[in-house]
C-alpha cells in the first residue's frame, strides 16, 4: 500500500495539506496519509504523528 507523509508547520499549511489530501484520496482511496498538521489535515483523515496548531 502506497503511504505519504506530509508536513505543515502553520495554519495555511494545514488547509492546503487537506485540500491536497481530500485530492489525493479521491483518485487514490487505498492511500495511506500521515504527517504533521494541525486539525484540517486530522478531519481530512491524515494520521498526525504531531499537531502544529499547539506550536
Given at each position: 500500500?502506497?503511504?505519504?507523509?506530509?508536513s505543515?508547520?502553520?495554519?495555511?499549511?494545514?488547509?492546503?495539506?487537506?485540500?491536497?489530501?481530500e485530492?489525493?484520496?479521491?483518485?487514490?482511496?487505498?492511500?495511506?496519509?500521515?504527517?504533521?498538521?494541525?486539525?484540517?489535515?486530522?478531519?481530512?483523515g491524515?494520521?498526525?504523528?504531531?499537531?502544529?496548531?499547539?506550536?
Open positions: 500500500m502506497p503511504r505519504i507523509l506530509i505543515a508547520g502553520e495554519a495555511s499549511g494545514d488547509a492546503y495539506g487537506a485540500a491536497l489530501v485530492a489525493l484520496r479521491e483518485r487514490r482511496p487505498d492511500l495511506t496519509i500521515e504527517g504533521l498538521g494541525g486539525p484540517k489535515m486530522r478531519n481530512a491524515v494520521r498526525l504523528h504531531a499537531d502544529s496548531s499547539k506550536w
